[in-house]
């Protein structure tokens, strides 16, 4: 596609229940990005992909958040033993290369913990 | 720690009216970008404006300007003559390397006709 392509657009699940939240990047960008953003707040790093390999994921709140992107394109971010602090829009980017280039962002994929 | 702070939660003005968004950040990084996005009630966030931290020329796009003086730290946002359509929530980000962005908490603009 010619975008960032997050889906669900929209999850309910209940308290303590697993959710996995998928990213399909630009064809051809190296460097995924995910993100976390909560009512009224601007969005907070979660974890950074480059190529198969996390980069970085100093973002990540605690051990219940994984996320993995095996084959260098499409990514997923699981959530395990979700609690309802965990509800926010989960945001997906996706950049041609890492550092300074900008970052296309998708629609993002709204979580809401009952 | 980097930190970009937007101090306007919110701003409303009346259609054509000129419109400035502020934005300060702090780094210790020597090399570093700024970025402005918008973010309208759909929720997508759209790119609007990339600059590196040794370009301190202002650049202008169609009604759209930017102020960047590292001076002061400042990255500000002007958007002239503005329109409903401007309206929505614009975020001032910063990017240090590699790593994710660095974002404020917004601005909300709302434009009444």
């Known amino acids: 596609g010619a975008g960032v392509s997050q889906t669900p657009s929209n999850k309910v699940t209940e308290k303590g229940k697993y959710v996995e939240l998928r990213c399909d990047p630009i064809s051809g960008h190296t460097a995924l990005y995910w993100y976390r953003q909560s009512l009224g707040q601007g969005p907070e790093f979660l974890i950074y992909?480059?190529?198969?390999?996390?980069?970085?994921d100093s973002g990540l709140p605690n051990d219940r958040f994984f996320a993995v992107r095996p084959e260098g394109s499409v990514s997923t971010l699981k959530i395990q033993r979700t609690e309802r602090g965990d509800s926010a829009v989960y945001l997906c980017?996706?950049?041609?290369?890492?550092?300074?280039?900008?970052?296309?962002f998708g629609q993002g994929t709204r979580l809401t913990v009952v | 720690a980097q930190k970009v702070t937007q101090a306007q939660t919110e701003i409303s003005v009346v259609e054509k009216e000129d419109v400035t968004l502020d934005c300060v950040y702090e780094?210790?990084?020597?090399?570093?970008?700024l970025f402005w996005y918008k973010q309208p009630p759909s929720g997508e966030l759209v790119f609007l404006i990339r600059?590196?931290?040794?370009?301190?020329q202002n650049e202008i796009s169609g009604r759209y300007s930017w102020n960047f003086q590292k001076s002061t730290s400042s990255f500000n946002f002007t958007i002239t003559a503005s329109q409903v359509v401007d309206s929505a929530v614009y975020f001032c980000?910063?990017?240090?390397?590699?790593?994710?962005?660095?974002f404020g908490k917004g601005t909300h603009l709302i434009i009444q006709p």
């Open positions: 980017a996706s950049s041609l290369t890492a550092g300074y280039t900008e970052a296309f």
């Open positions: 992909f480059q190529g198969t390999g996390a980069a970085d």
């Open positions: 600059r590196n931290s040794f370009d301190e």
């Open positions: 980000a910063l990017s240090g390397g590699a790593d994710g962005l660095t």
């Open positions: 780094t210790r990084d020597t090399t570093y970008y």
